[in-house]
Nanobody, 124 residues
């Protein structure tokens, strides 16, 4: 099982980026995939997750209306479209399998597999 995250970069406030998480070694279709982020000196937080079985999604409150998570089963890929980016979105973003949602917040589990991170920097 392997996840490959990509798509990060430097963008100005108000700009957009699309992150990709490509799965290999297994076919998406039954798993939930989540995006997490961690900024320097801050705790890791769950940003969004999607059930690849039924498309159900959950989001961190601070990204609702700006970020959209989606999946493309044919490409075995989960995307995170990030619009209206803010400096506080700056972090290393990771994708992971099998997160859980508790009281609206997204957490990894002991069963989670992680991709390598991709750096997102929002700065003018």
């Amino acid at each position: 099982v392997q996840l490959q995250a990509s798509g990060g970069g430097l963008v100005q406030p108000g700009g957009s980026l699309r992150l990709s998480c490509v799965a290999s070694g297994f076919r998406l279709g039954y798993e939930t995939i989540g995006w997490f982020r961690q900024a320097p000196g801050k705790k890791r937080e769950g940003v969004a997750c999607i059930s690849t079985r039924d498309g159900r999604t959950n989001y961190l409150d601070s990204v609702k209306g700006r970020f959209t998570i989606s999946r493309d089963s044919a490409k075995n890929t989960v995307y995170l479209q990030m619009n209206s980016l803010k400096p506080e979105d700056t972090a290393v973003y990771y994708c992971a399998t099998e997160p859980k949602v508790v009281d609206g917040s997204i957490y990894p589990t002991v069963d989670s597999w992680w991709g390598q991170g991709t750096q997102v920097t929002v700065s003018s």
